[in-house]
């Protein structure tokens, strides 16, 4: 076995790779309801307003 092939079979590889897994499918659906919203919303101040609060949305749901 080789050095990498040890690193990758540690518990805390496979739990920052489930972790990186389940980001990725939480900013997808931030995304999609984020351009559903920017469908919507006219004024700049909103759309801007609304982007913040994706990104909130997906740092807080990482948290979780």
């Known amino acids: ?3 990498i092939e040890t690193l990758i079979r540690t518990p805390f590889s496979q739990a920052i790779a489930w972790t990186l897994f389940h980001v990725l499918w939480q ?4 995304a999609a309801i984020l351009a559903s919203a ?3 919303v006219r004024s700049a ?3 801007y307003t609304a982007a913040c609060l994706a990104m909130l949305g997906v740092v807080l ?4």
């Open 45 to 47: 101040r909103s759309r």
């Open 38 to 40: 920017l469908c919507v």
């Open 61 to 64: 749901s990482f948290g979780l």
């Open 27 to 30: 900013g997808l659906i931030a």
């Open 1 to 3: 076995m080789t050095f």
